[in-house]
């Protein structure tokens, strides 16, 4: 009866809109495996993004200080955190609420 049935809900598919990095390789496998077949030399290696990860870092000191120190607290944030401790200690000290 297709009155009481449920419909089974949609499986999730990640579908890449700029890059197909399956597709891509594969691309590069079958190439490769054409070259081996007609004897040619390999060609020379494409464009590869791996190499350049991590260097945007070097190149800004904000960045560079940002990865050594890592997040810090600014002063406006630390006054009020020590207001808040306070208030708390008082009403803890003083037992009313």
Not at 40 to 48: G, I, L, T
């Amino acid at each position: 009866m297709g009155l009481f049935s449920a419909r089974q809900p949609r499986k999730f598919r990640r579908v890449s809109i700029y890059t197909d990095e399956r597709k891509e390789k594969l691309q590069k496998l079958v190439e490769q495996a054409e070259r081996e077949k007609s004897g040619a030399q390999p060609a020379k290696e494409s464009f590869n993004t791996d190499k350049f990860k991590g260097t945007f870092i070097n190149f800004t000191p904000r960045a560079q200080r940002y990865k050594e120190h890592g997040a810090r607290i600014g002063w406006p944030l630390a006054i009020l955190l020590i207001f808040v401790l306070l208030i708390i200690w008082r009403f803890i000290m003083t037992g009313k609420s």
